[in-house]
């Protein structure tokens, strides 16, 4: 059985040729690590750590969080972290950090949202051959409304339309298995705190979407499994990808 999740599918999407440099040849990437991905990584491990040692009844206080957070950087920091953007430096992302987790904390302390679990693994079967897993970065119980909520942090300087949030598939996915676990009748909130902007975005989905969207899902792995030619797809996010100079080259060994 081979199993699948959010990003491998995305990355197909994104171009077939970067999905088989990752996932079929393999190839280990000459960008390993952005400032972008550092950053993302080290705020989420830092909201990590907030709602863990809360769960533990031990509510950090802010000056506990930056601390945290800074003590992280710095331990993981290393100057081979490409920075595409010329006119910035690492500080420059460090500084961004720790006003997102400065707002984040003003807003949600003492962060007493009845959290059930950080950094929950999720699995799908999809059908006899395939699943997909993930991760969900908190999972809450509203026990006034009766929901259940899955919280995804972003560190994006970009906020998406209203379009693009309502057809966004990672967190539905993730919410179709909080509900084979809870059941169907549940309803499953979906919250993505959009922490450049300091804004929470909030979605939901039918059992009829999450329905089609999983077989939208087997129909996509259906086309990933059969693809032979695996071309490349050209966009504003080949600046950003870790795989840019092997495309090149390969490219021009084609021609």
């Not at 079929?24 to 989420?44: A, Q, R, W």
């Not at 595409?84 to 949202?113: I, Q, S, W």
């Not at 966004?168 to 009748?185: C, H, N, P, T, V």
């Amino acid at each position: 059985m081979v199993t699948y999740s959010h990003s491998r599918l995305a990355t197909f999407e994104q171009c077939p040729f970067k999905f088989k440099l990752r996932y079929i040849d393999k190839v280990v990437p000459e960008i390993e690590n952005t400032i972008e991905s550092y950053l993302g990584s080290i705020v989420h491990n830092t909201l990590e750590w907030v709602y863990i040692e809360t769960k533990k009844e031990k509510v950090p206080t802010i000056d506990d969080t930056i601390v945290y957070y800074a003590e992280s950087w710095e331990k993981g920091f290393s100057l081979e972290i490409k920075i595409v953007k010329k006119n910035l430096t690492a500080k420059d992302y460090f500084e961004k950090g720790v006003k997102f987790l400065l707002d984040y904390y003003v807003r949600h302390a003492p962060f007493n949202d009845n959290t059930l679990e950080i950094e929950k693994r999720i699995s799908i079967k999809l059908n006899e051959d395939s699943n997909l897993q993930g991760f969900i970065d908190r999972l809450t119980y509203n026990s006034e409304a009766g929901e259940y909520e899955i919280h995804d942090y972003k560190t994006a300087a970009n906020l998406p339309t209203k379009e693009k949030i309502e057809s966004d598939r990672q967190l539905a996915l993730y919410s179709i298995a909080i509900k084979e676990k809870f059941g169907f009748d549940k309803e499953v909130v979906l919250i993505w705190h959009y922490l450049a902007h300091d804004m929470d975005i909030v979605s939901r989905r039918t059992n009829e979407q999450l329905e089609q969207l999983k077989k939208d899902i087997i129909h996509l792995i259906k086309q990933i499994e059969t693809e032979t030619d695996f071309p490349y797809r050209e966009s504003a996010l080949c600046g950003w990808c870790e795989y840019k100079n092997t495309c090149l080259e390969c490219r021009r060994d084609s021609n």
